[in-house]
Nanobody, 116 residues
């Protein structure tokens, strides 16, 4: 089992920045990739950014150039630095971990609200 605990969400004005953190515990040796998803009201959950065990990253087109995902293996933590936030970035952000066998684990979610 893998446990994921997110932190860092909150209320920010458009154009501002936030950094989300996701601390993993449990059978962390089984984790392959980690990432962040988000779900806005009335919309499907979507991938925001992901990082593989080798450090490779991918981003949703909507956040490229504004968001940066990083991984601190010593702390078993993944970060999402979000800059130049827009109203449409408002959502619940979920941390995700995928094991080497393809099983998904999810955090409880953290609310990010961008105001005008």
């Amino acid at each position: 089992q893998v446990q994921l605990v997110e932190s860092g969400g909150g209320l920010v004005q458009a154009g501002g920045s936030l950094r989300l953190s996701c601390a993993a515990s449990g059978t962390i040796f089984s984790i392959n990739a980690m990432g962040w998803y988000r779900q806005a009201p009335g919309k499907q959950r979507e991938l925001v950014a992901a990082i593989g065990s080798g450090g490779g990253t991918k981003y949703a087109d909507s956040v490229k150039g504004r968001f940066t995902i990083s991984r601190d293996n010593a702390k078993n933590t993944v970060y999402l630095q979000m800059n130049s936030l827009k109203l449409e970035d408002t959502a619940v952000y979920y941390c995700n971990a995928v094991t080497k066998t393809g099983y998904n684990f999810w955090g409880q979610g953290t609310q990010v609200t961008v105001s005008s």
